[in-house]
């Protein structure tokens, strides 16, 4: 059985367009055929948030809306973060993503043992470098 994945704010966006590469959505698609949920962090809502605001997010919904609708996709679920989640992504070992979003993403896959789905070259870094399992998407 494979890991569960955690979808960055960019591989959340790509999630809703559908617009995921291929092997992003069949491993994604994998997991949910095991009985595993795909998850997101609360994080993304903010970001999505912050997105609007600078009138980056492209949706005919809300970004509430935008939110609720993707945590009811099938086998979707919203990570913890907790304090110790919070702290964790302030102490990574060798990280050197600066957003400190990434860093959050960083830590909960860390701490639950999550898979994460990203693009960003930091994260996908971080996991060459053994810290973090990755997927490129």
């Not at 609360?42 to 980056?56: D, M, S, Y």
């Amino acid at each position: 059985m494979s890991q569960p994945f955690l979808l960055d704010t960019c591989a959340a966006l790509w999630f809703m367009d559908a617009t995921l590469r291929k092997p992003a959505v069949e491993a994604l698609t994998g997991a949910y055929n095991q009985g595993l949920n795909t998850f997101v962090s609360p994080i993304t809502a903010f970001e999505v948030g912050q997105l609007a605001r600078k009138r980056r997010f492209k949706s005919h919904l809300t970004p509430l809306r935008w939110f609720e609708r993707l945590l009811s996709a099938p086998g979707m679920a919203l990570a913890d973060m907790p304090p110790a989640v919070l702290i964790a992504s302030s102490e990574l070992p060798n990280c050197q993503a600066k957003n400190p979003s990434d860093r959050i993403v960083a830590a909960t896959a860390r701490e639950y043992g999550f898979t994460v789905v990203t693009k960003d070259a930091a994260l996908l870094e971080y996991g060459k470098q053994g810290y973090l399992n990755v997927l490129e998407c």
